[in-house]
C-alpha cells in the first residue's frame, strides 16, 4: 500500500514543476515540504493526538450526513456551519490515512469524495446552495466563498498527493463556475450595497450576498484568491492566474477602506495590522495573505511579500499569546491589547495563521518562522483538544475552565471544530523539507522519515527532553547537505556527527551538515532549556464592547497587578486544578484565590506523577486563600485533559476545573 501511494505522489509532483518552468518570474520555494507519505511513526505525547485525531474523531465523524447535505442541494439560509464539514473533512482524512497507512480511513475518504465530485453540477458548482436560491445575478450564497475555500483546497491536496485526476477537474470545473458570474464587467464581492466611491471609509455590518460577513470588507470573497492562485500553479492556465490577480487588485475597491495598499504602511511600520479597516478578521486576513504569497512565487512581485512579511512581523510583535497563538475575539486588536480569558485564540485562526507562517518558511528559508511554528505546534494546537474524543475547541484561551461554555470542547460541529482535526493532520508535512540536494529538518517531534536515498529517525521524546539524536537508516550511502533548525530561544546548542562535536551552532539559524551519510551515522543535538518566571508585558484589564453586527471588541484599564508564567524553553506551563488534587476545592478562581511565590524555582517532578501528558512536571510554592501549599504546574497543551483519571467524570457543560498560564504573585 504505501510504495503504491508513494509512487503516485512522485507522479503527481513532477507534473506541476514542469508547468511551474513555463513562468520565467517564479520564486522556486528555498524549502518543499515533503511528502506527507514520508513520515511515519510519529511518537510521543503528539503522535498518541495525532492518532486520537485520526482513530476517534475522523473515524467516528458523521461525515455521510454532511454530504448527504450537500448533495441534497437545498440549503438557502446564510448560515454556513453544515455546509463547510465536507472538504475539510475529505483533506484531513486523506492526509491522515495517507500519513498513517491506514486503509480502512483511506478508503472511505475515496468514498466520500466520489459522492462530492459526483454531485457536482454541470456548470461546476459543489456546494450546499439550491439551485432554485442561484440565479444568473445570484449564482452563490453569501458564504459559498468561504465554504469552497476549503472544498477548492481539498481537491487540490487530493490530486496533489495521489494523482487524482478527477479532483483536479472537479476543481477546475468550480473555479470555472466562478470566474463565469464574478469579473471584469460582471459580478463582484461587494460586502455591502455601497458601492465606490460612496463606500469610501464607511463602517458596515450584517451580511453580503457575495463575500461573507459585511464586516470583513470583502476579503471573505477575496479569499479564493489563494486556492485559484493554487489551481494556476497545477495548471498553468493563465485564466486562473488573472483571475486571483483580479480579486487582489480590487481589495481597495471593494474594501473602501484601501486596506490592501495600506499593508505598505504596516510594513513600514507606521500602521498596525488592526488599523487597516475597522475590524480585522485574523483567520480571513491569514487566507488572503496566503493568496498573495502565492501570486508572490508566480509573478516575482516583491510588494507582495512586502506586505505579508509587514504583517506577520506586526502580529508577532503585538497580538501573538506567549503559547504562539493569534486573534482575540477572532480579530486584531490595537497596540498590545490581549485578554487573558473568553473568546481568544481561535482555532481557526491557529490553523491558518500556521499555514501562512509555515508558507512564508518554504519562501524565505528564515529560521524565525519554524520558531513559532514550534512554540504554536509545542503549546496550542493541542491545548485545544479534548483528550478523550479529540474533538477542538472554538476558543483556547491561555486562562479559562473546562470543559464548559458555549465555545468549550463539547460544541459544533462548527468551523472551528473542523479547522482543528484539519491542522493537525497537516502536521506531519511541517516537520521536515528539501530542495535540490538539500534536506531541511525544521521541527524534532519524535518520528521516521524514509525518502527516494535518504531515511532517518527522530529518536528521543523532545521537547519532553532536551537530548535527542537523528539516526540515519538509509541502506546506500548517501550525500546530503542536513538543515538542522537552531531554535533562537536556545543560547547554547549543542551538536555532534558520531561523537565529534560541531563548532558555530548558532541560534536563530540553520546547521549545514554536509557529507556522505552512512546507515547508522548519528547527530546527537541537545538544546538546553532555560527555567524562568516570565513577567507579562502590556498587561491591563480589559472591558468588552460589540459592532452592531455582534463582534466582540475591547478597551484596556490600567491595573498595578500583573501576572507571570513559568516556562521551560518553547513549553509554557499552567496552574492546572486537574493535576492539583491536594487543593481540594474544584471551584478554584485562579487568579484571586491562588498566588504564586516568584522567588521560589519551580523544582523538576523527577518521575511523571501523571499519566498520558506531555512532561516534565515541576512543583512550586503558592499561597490558597492564605494558605500556604505546593502546587504542580504542568505543560499548557495538556490542558484538554478535562477530567481527572480514575474518578467520575464531570458534566460536559460543567465549569468543573479551572487552569491558569498567567498566575499572580503573592507580593504583589
Not at 508547468?19 to 498518541?48: A, H, M, R, T
Not at 499593508?263 to 485574523?282: I, M
Not at 537552531?486 to 558520531?498: D, G, L, Q, Y
Not at 484538554?640 to 468543573?656: L, N, V
Amino acid at each position: 500500500m504505501k510504495k503504491t501511494i508513494i509512487f503516485t505522489l512522485l507522479l503527481a509532483w513532477v507534473m506541476p514543476t514542469i508547468i511551474y518552468s513555463q513562468n520565467k518570474n517564479k520564486i522556486g520555494f528555498l524549502e518543499k515540504p515533503v511528502q506527507v507519505s514520508s513520515v511515519n511513526d510519529i511518537e510521543g505525547f503528539f503522535g498518541d493526538r495525532i492518532s486520537l485525531n485520526r482513530e476517534v474523531y475522523l473515524k467516528d465523524f458523521p461525515i455521510d450526513e454532511y454530504v448527504d447535505f450537500v448533495v441534497a442541494r437545498q440549503h438557502t439560509d446564510w448560515n454556513w456551519t453544515k455546509a463547510e464539514q465536507h472538504g475539510k473533512w475529505v483533506e484531513s482524512a486523506y492526509l491522515s490515512a495517507i500519513q498513517s497507512g491506514d486503509e480502512e480511513l483511506l478508503s472511505k475518504a475515496k468514498a466520500v469524495l466520489k459522492r462530492i465530485i459526483d454531485s457536482q453540477e454541470e456548470e461546476g458548482y459543489v456546494g450546499a446552495t439550491a439551485k432554485s436560491y442561484r440565479t444568473d445575478e445570484r449564482p452563490v450564497r453569501g458564504m459559498d466563498a468561504y465554504e469552497l475555500y476549503f472544498v477548492f483546497h481539498a481537491f487540490l491536496t487530493v490530486y496533489e498527493e495521489t494523482n487524482n485526476k478527477d479532483a483536479l477537474v472537479a476543481a477546475e470545473k468550480l473555479a470555472d463556475y466562478y470566474l463565469k458570474y464574478f469579473g471584469p464587467g460582471k459580478l463582484e464581492f461587494w460586502p455591502s450595497d455601497l458601492r465606490y466611491p460612496e463606500n469610501k471609509n464607511k463602517e458596515v455590518a450584517g451580511t453580503s450576498d457575495f463575500a461573507g460577513h459585511s464586516v470583513h470588507y470583502s476579503w471573505e470573497g477575496t479569499l479564493l484568491c489563494d486556492p485559484i492562485a493554487r489551481l494556476y500553479e497545477l495548471t498553468g492556465k493563465k485564466k486562473y492566474l488573472d483571475w486571483s490577480q483580479w480579486l487582489v487588485n480590487n481589495i481597495d475597491k471593494w474594501s473602501g477602506w484601501d486596506s490592501f495598499s495600506r499593508l505598505d504602511s504596516v510594513a513600514d511600520g507606521t500602521l498596525g495590522v488592526d488599523e487597516l479597516q475597522p475590524y480585522v478578521h485574523s483567520h480571513t486576513f491569514h487566507m488572503n495573505f496566503m493568496g498573495f504569497l502565492r501570486l508572490y512565487q508566480i509573478t516575482g512581485d516583491e510588494s507582495l511579500l512586502r506586505k505579508v512579511v509587514g504583517a506577520w512581523n506586526d502580529i508577532r510583535e503585538r497580538q501573538m499569546y506567549i503559547t504562539g497563538g493569534v486573534s482575540v475575539a477572532e480579530h486584531y486588536e490595537y497596540n498590545y491589547v490581549k485578554p487573558l480569558t473568553g473568546n481568544v485564540v481561535e482555532t481557526c485562526a491557529t490553523m491558518s495563521w500556521m499555514q501562512l507562517t509555515q508558507l512564508l518558511l518554504q519562501l524565505t528559508g528564515d529560521t524565525k518562522y519554524g520558531d513559532a511554528i514550534e512554540r504554536l505546534m509545542i503549546n496550542h494546537v493541542f491545548a485545544a483538544q479534548d483528550c478523550e474524543g479529540g474533538v477542538c475547541k472554538y476558543h483556547t484561551a491561555p486562562n479559562g475552565d473546562k470543559p464548559s461554555g458555549a465555545h468549550g470542547f463539547f460544541h459544533g460541529p462548527d468551523c472551528c471544530t473542523a479547522s482543528g482535526h484539519r491542522i493537525i493532520s497537516l502536521l506531519p508535512t511541517f516537520l521536515f523539507a528539501e530542495k535540490g540536494n538539500e534536506f531541511f529538518i525544521n521541527q524534532y517531534i519524535p518520528s521516521n522519515y524514509a525518502g527516494s536515498d535518504l531515511s532517518f529517525d527522530v529518536e528521543g521524546n523532545y521537547p519532553e527532553s532536551e537530548n535527542f539524536s537523528i539516526r540515519i537508516t538509509s541502506a546506500k550511502k548517501v550525500k546530503k547537505t542536513l538543515n538542522l533548525r537552531i531554535p533562537a530561544w536556545c543560547s547554547s546548542p549543542e551538536v555532534s556527527v558520531n561523537g565529534e562535536a560541531l563548532k558555530d551552532v548558532k541560534p536563530g539559524s540553520y546547521l549545514k551538515i554536509s557529507r556522505r551519510w552512512s546507515q547508522g551515522d548519528k547527530i546527537d543535538i541537545t538544546f538546553p532549556m532555560e527555567t524562568q518566571w516570565v513577567k507579562r508585558e502590556n498587561h491591563s484589564n480589559y472591558v468588552t464592547s460589540r459592532l452592531p453586527g455582534g463582534e466582540i471588541m475591547y478597551k484596556e484599564e490600567e491595573t498595578d497587578q500583573v501576572p507571570y508564567t513559568f516556562v521551560r524553553g518553547p513549553i509554557v506551563y499552567s496552574l492546572d486544578m486537574v493535576w492539583n488534587k491536594q487543593v481540594n476545592n474544584d471551584d478554584v478562581k485562579i487568579d484571586e484565590d491562588i498566588r504564586i511565590d516568584i522567588s521560589a524555582e519551580p523544582s523538576m517532578v523527577e518521575k511523571n506523577p501523571f499519566q498520558n501528558i506531555l512532561g516534565p512536571v515541576y512543583k512550586t510554592k503558592a499561597l490558597y486563600k492564605g494558605s500556604e501549599t505546593d502546587v504542580f504546574l504542568t505543560p499548557f497543551t495538556n490542558i484538554g485533559q478535562w477530567y481527572r483519571p480514575g474518578e467520575q467524570k464531570p458534566q460536559k457543560s460543567a465549569e468543573a476545573f479551572t487552569y491558569g498560564i498567567w498566575l499572580f504573585n503573592e507580593a504583589e
